[in-house]
């Protein structure tokens, strides 16, 4: 079953939105006018974190998002053991590196579009003496948008049981820095408009933005499709991912995983035991 969160994502104040090694915002023509958006995976990452974050400590398991090295614990730092992998998917390469338990992702972004045009400026920096209290010289520029303004995104999760959408959710509703320098930038309130639960797809952000001027439009058109309720209290995630923790579907990809590991011990056994053998037909010879 498919089920599909539409959120307006509210910038409240300036927001930094730019691809790396670039530094200058991503924009695209909607409705004739060049418009900043946000991509996906800006969104998806930080609200992947939040839920990572809560199932460690529901779970108290060693789970992060690393850079690509060879760990004890694979390439990529993932445990593939949790709710948050089964979800958000991963690969497990303990090792030589080679791909092993590879577990495909269930909830699929969109990019965020905002509703109006908004101003993007070019913001210098300086360095600060913080004992004379006088600024230095510019260090560089940042270009960022704002303050303001309203992006239009939707979700998909391709999942059976609903606590994993309000698992989702959760992290969407609990995650408000988006973007680069979040020290300064990116502060977001997000609203679900609403959850959609349907086989098949029903609407998309691109869709919505383009066909509808405000919010307020959005909302009369969602009542249109199946909607249903779906809350993520605080007080009961919890209790949610536990209980995601023993379902099905991450106990076949802990069962996965735990195959792998009987496969590499078996390996490094033979390999061992291939390097002995010599030494001990040397000793029987002498």
């Known amino acids: 079953m498919k089920y599909q969160i539409v959120v307006n994502r509210q910038l409240l104040g300036y927001g930094q939105f730019v691809t790396e090694g670039r530094d200058e915002v991503n924009t695209m023509t909607i409705k004739g006018e060049e418009r900043p958006f946000i991509f996906a995976s800006k969104l998806r990452a930080v609200e992947r974190r939040a839920i990572m974050k809560k199932v460690r400590e529901s779970l108290n398991n060693d789970c992060y998002l690393k850079v690509h090295e060879k760990t004890d614990l694979g390439i990529s730092g993932l445990c593939l053991s949790c709710p948050s992998c089964w979800l958000f998917g991963g690969t497990y390469a303990p090792g030589d590196g080679k791909k092993q338990v590879n577990e495909r992702s269930k909830v699929n972004y969109s990019d965020a579009y905002p509703f109006e045009k908004i101003p993007i400026e070019d913001k210098t920096f300086n360095a600060v003496d913080e004992r004379r209290n006088i600024t230095g010289q510019a260090l560089g520029v940042n270009q960022i948008i704002g303050p303001g303004g309203n992006f239009i995104n939707v979700v998909d999760i391709n999942v059976d049981d609903e606590d994993w959408v309000k698992l989702v959710i959760w992290g969407i509703e609990h995650s408000n820095r988006y973007g680069g320098n979040v020290r300064i930038y990116g502060q977001m ?73 009987n496969k590499k011990s078996i390996k490094e056994k033979k390999i061992q035991k291939q390097e002995v053998e010599p030494l001990r037909r040397e000793g029987k010879e002498e």
């Open 189 to 261: 309130k997000n609203e679900v408009l609403g959850v959609i639960k349907s086989d098949k797809l029903e609407v998309s952000s691109w869709e919505l933005v383009n066909n509808f001027k405000k919010i307020d439009d959005v909302k009369t058109e969602l009542k249109k499709h199946k909607l249903i309720s779906i809350e993520a209290a605080d007080e009961e995630i919890l209790q949610i991912i536990q209980n995601l923790n023993q379902s099905d579907e991450v106990k076949e990809l802990i069962a996965r995983k735990i195959t792998e590991d």
